[in-house]
């Protein structure tokens, strides 16, 4: 695949990014006024490198922020140093709680589905002792 063509595959995952989110996940992806870098590259599988360097990435973003910011999802740019804080610290919490209630939920599932399985190992290995305190001899 030539620079060409990944140029063009980048630009397709971000323009299909773009169209799969709603203005509310744009919100939590604000960060020091504009949209989280890092995030963008994530969930669009490829380098940060290729928001600066494709000029079709880059402009796209450009327009992207432009039009959430006439829309008040983006605050207006402002001063540097001057910038409102856009999450405050009960949203910043709210949203820890929530990933870390997901992971403790995860976990728990997964245990409750050990347990199960350690369950079941017991009540057999309990079968076979008992029959080998009665006969002296392990079952087959």
Known sequence: ???QERS???FRAFRNWVSGKSDSEFREM???GRLNRGEICRECNFSRSVLT???RVKEALHQLEERLRNSGVLPTLAAPGNL???RTKGQIQASSDAERLKRL???NSALRVELADLREQLKRFKAIESVLAE???LPR
């Open 8 to 10: 063009e595959e980048n």
């Open 105 to 107: 939920e995860a976990e």
């Open 30 to 32: 604000v960060g020091q």
């Open 1 to 3: 695949m030539n620079g």
């Open 135 to 137: 006969t002296g001899r």
């Open 53 to 55: 360097q494709n000029p």
């Open 84 to 86: 409102p804080p856009l």
